[in-house]
């Protein structure tokens, strides 16, 4: 018999929020600073789901460990916390989603490698932090993804257990985690994917084009109530 669905988890950059304008912006902004040329955005966007030290070493050709990298990471993040909803927004068809789960009763929450000083006022500024069933930042945990300890978190405080959750992510870490925690996964494709990516082979149980194909992988009926896992 299939598990009763009792919660959504989202990645946060590149699934449930499209926050690389913002991140581009300050990448571009320190390259400005620095005498650089800005980078075009469509080079900039399959990086910003391999956080600040990704765009670190694509913006300044620096290392982790040189000694310009932490400075330069430090002002990137500086920069970034005062544009965190400059442009940032729900990505198109995420708020139809989001009010169609919470008229049927089921929760959703977010489980991101972002730290909580940029997780949380970013989810305030968004007007989500309220909606959302469980928060899970990068450090709200000794580990982060693609340990499955921070989903396992996420079902504690959302009191569903792994098998009445699916995990949605735009990186193989995040499928991995997912899948260690016992959780049905799937990947957003419409997030921060490179060239590189190979999505078909992270081992997902399905791959999304648009936030609202996920209600056809859940099969949410027309009505609101519980639907039935839908992801064979």
């Known amino acids: 018999m299939a598990e009763r669905l009792r919660t959504i988890l989202f990645d946060l950059d590149g699934t449930l929020v499209d926050t690389a304008p913002d991140l581009a912006l300050a990448l571009n902004l320190l390259r400005e600073e620095m005498g650089l040329r800005p980078l075009p955005f469509a080079q900039i966007r399959p990086q910003v789901s391999h956080g600040g ?9 620096r290392q982790p460990g040189e000694a310009e990298f932490e400075p330069l990471r430090q002002r990137f993040l500086a920069l970034y916390q005062q544009n965190l909803t400059t442009h940032t927004r729900l990505f198109p068809g995420m708020e139809q989603l989001l009010n169609r789960l919470e008229q049927s009763n089921i929760c959703w929450g977010v489980v991101t490698n972002k730290p909580g000083w940029l997780t949380t006022p970013l989810m305030q500024q968004l007007q989500l932090e309220q909606r959302a069933g469980c928060i899970i930042s990068g450090d709200t945990l000794p580990q982060s993804k693609p340990h499955p300890a921070p989903m396992l978190h996420a079902c504690r405080q959302t009191g569903s257990t792994p098998a009445e959750c699916i995990y949605i992510g735009d ?6 985690a997912g899948r260690a925690a016992g959780m049905k996964t799937l990947v957003a494709l419409f997030g921060y994917i490179g060239e590189q990516d190979r999505p078909d082979q ?5 791959m999304i084009n648009s ?22």
């Open 171 to 176: 990186a193989q870490r995040d499928i991995e």
């Open 202 to 206: 992270w081992g997902a149980d399905g």
């Open 211 to 232: 936030p609202q194909e996920i209600l056809t992988h859940i099969g949410l009926p027309s009505t609101t109530g519980k639907p039935v896992l839908n992801l064979s």
């Open 53 to 61: 030290t990704a765009l670190i070493r694509l913006g300044f050709d």
